[in-house]
């Protein structure tokens, strides 16, 4: 059975930092793109980043870049997204999702976690 389980969501004030943490099992880890997307209540689903395989190449959302960064340890299966500086406007619900191919599209994505809350207040 494959999963995806996020955690280290929480509520944050305005210029804090969190790490979000996302344990997959049930399928090969090591092989797949990750990726992190978020959506805030009335928005549809965003990219956010993702990471390859190897952990070599990754790619950001633009209003994330320099902020957040993308890491992996394929022998914890475990994937990261460590946020910095956040804003009120990061505020939302961030999945962690598996896929073959490096996308910043949601539908290339096969296997999605349940999502974690983050709270950024100003």
């Known amino acids: 059975q494959v999963q995806l389980v996020e955690s280290g969501g929480g509520l944050v004030q305005a210029g804090g930092s969190l790490r979000l943490s996302c344990a997959g099992s049930?399928?090969?880890?090591?092989?797949?793109?990750m990726g992190w997307f978020r959506q805030a209540p009335g928005m549809e689903r965003q990219f956010v980043a993702r990471?390859?395989?190897?952990?070599?190449?990754?790619l950001y959302e633009d209003s994330v870049k320099g902020r957040f960064t993308i890491f992996r340890d394929n022998a914890k299966n475990t994937v990261y997204l460590q946020m910095n500086s956040l804003k009120s406007e990061d505020t939302a619900v961030y999945y962690c999702?598996?896929?073959?191919?490096?996308?910043?599209?949601?539908?290339?994505?096969?296997?999605w976690g349940q999502g974690t809350q983050v709270t950024v207040s100003s």
């Open positions: 990471i390859s395989w190897s952990g070599t190449n990754t």
């Open positions: 999702a598996a896929g073959a191919y490096a996308s910043r599209s949601s539908k290339e994505y096969v296997h």
């Open positions: 049930g399928f090969t880890f090591s092989r797949n793109v």
